[in-house]
């Protein structure tokens, strides 16, 4: 089984699967499908849900669900920036303008998140999980709609800013960065819900994918808990996640363009709380 907090970083990547019982990676899959289809509805990649979900499951292992989510991230991602397309919910100029400083700061991310101590890592974690629901609850109470507040200001500075806040955040943390991008977005640069979920999507379909290499490219060095963990671990349980979370996230970024207001916005809220305070406290 895989249940112990270090099982699945300690043993070879192929007895993950050879070894497990069908239930955990029935579990696993199950993940992978929750965090797409709320990462994809909110667009924040899925990391925020799967990263927890993983913790909270199978035991502590930041290193390790970071550098497999990532991977999952930009295959969720793609999934949903898809969607999106279809129903014309992507400005282009807000994505390119975006773009380039998420590149260049996930990078940056990462390598932070290689020096600092796990434990830091997951309390950094929940904290901004908990800090995005409050402003998003702000912002509901203060009856703010959908955060579209006069003419989209979509300058190449305010993007480069959201964008580079967005890469950093992601590569510190394992994570999309939806839950950066799509407050700031909708906060400094005016975009309606839906458009910032949609932009967030494709941005983190290129950030993501750098990330995920630049992690799992150095992730053979990392040793946060004494186990020999290499590539092939961060691969095999991403290969895991990755199919059920693009399925979700197909789901998931379908029902951003069905559903009310209202009620993508509590989604958003009660997954932030609900993570954060495991990551934080759990």
Same mark, same amino acid.
């Given at each position: 089984m895989i249940g112990s907090p270090t099982a699945v970083a300690g043993i070879d990547p192929p007895a993950i699967v050879s070894n497990a019982e069908w239930l955990d990676l029935l579990g696993i899959a199950a993940i992978g499908f929750g965090g797409g289809a709320l990462g994809g509805l909110v667009g924040i990649g899925g990391s925020l849900v799967m990263i927890p979900a993983l913790t909270f499951v199978y035991g502590?292992?930041?290193?390790?669900?970071?550098?497999?989510?990532m991977v999952v991230n930009a295959l969720v991602a793609a999934t949903a920036t898809r969607r999106h397309a279809l129903a014309g919910a992507i400005r282009r100029r807000v994505v390119v303008g975006m773009v380039p400083a998420?590149?260049?700061?996930?990078?940056?991310?990462?390598?932070a998140s290689n020096r600092?101590?796990?434990?830091?890592?997951?309390?950094?974690?929940g904290g901004f999980m908990l800090y995005v629901a409050l402003q998003e609850t702000r912002s509901m109470l203060?009856?703010?709609?959908?955060?579209?507040?006069?003419?989209?200001?979509?300058?190449?500075?305010?993007?480069?800013?959201?964008?580079?806040?967005t890469g950093f955040v992601s590569g510190l943390l394992g994570i999309? #960065?939806?839950?950066?991008?799509?407050?700031?977005?909708?906060?400094?640069?005016?975009?309606?819900?839906?458009?910032a979920i949609a932009a967030s999507a494709a941005v983190m379909?290129?950030?993501a994918s750098a #990330?995920?290499?630049?992690?799992?490219?150095?992730?053979?060095?990392?040793?946060?808990?004494?186990?020999?963990?290499?590539?092939?671990?961060s691969l095999t349980l991403a290969a895991i996640l990755a199919p059920t979370g693009m399925a979700g996230a197909w789901v998931g970024a379908s029902l951003t363009h069905r559903l009310?207001?209202?009620?993508?916005r509590i989604a958003f809220i009660a997954l932030m709380t609900i993570g954060g305070v495991r990551m934080a406290f759990g």
């Amino acid at each position: 089984m895989i249940g112990s907090p270090t099982a699945v970083a300690g043993i070879d990547p192929p007895a993950i699967v050879s070894n497990a019982e069908w239930l955990d990676l029935l579990g696993i899959a199950a993940i992978g499908f929750g965090g797409g289809a709320l990462g994809g509805l909110v667009g924040i990649g899925g990391s925020l849900v799967m990263i927890p979900a993983l913790t909270f499951v199978y035991g502590r292992d930041q290193q390790l669900y970071q550098a497999s989510a990532m991977v999952v991230n930009a295959l969720v991602a793609a999934t949903a920036t898809r969607r999106h397309a279809l129903a014309g919910a992507i400005r282009r100029r807000v994505v390119v303008g975006m773009v380039p400083a998420a590149i260049l700061f996930v990078l940056l991310g990462v390598w932070a998140s290689n020096r600092l101590d796990e434990r830091w890592l997951q309390l950094a974690f929940g904290g901004f999980m908990l800090y995005v629901a409050l402003q998003e609850t702000r912002s509901m109470l203060a009856g703010r709609g959908d955060g579209s507040r006069g003419s989209p200001r979509d300058g190449r500075l305010a993007l480069a800013g959201v964008g580079g806040a967005t890469g950093f955040v992601s590569g510190l943390l394992g994570i999309g #960065g939806g839950g950066v991008a799509v407050p700031l977005l909708r906060g400094a640069c005016r975009l309606p819900l839906r458009e910032a979920i949609a932009a967030s999507a494709a941005v983190m379909l290129v950030s993501a994918s750098a #990330g995920a290499v630049a992690k799992n490219a150095s992730f053979a060095s990392i040793d946060a808990a004494g186990a020999d963990r290499g590539l092939s671990a961060s691969l095999t349980l991403a290969a895991i996640l990755a199919p059920t979370g693009m399925a979700g996230a197909w789901v998931g970024a379908s029902l951003t363009h069905r559903l009310n207001l209202p009620t993508i916005r509590i989604a958003f809220i009660a997954l932030m709380t609900i993570g954060g305070v495991r990551m934080a406290f759990g």
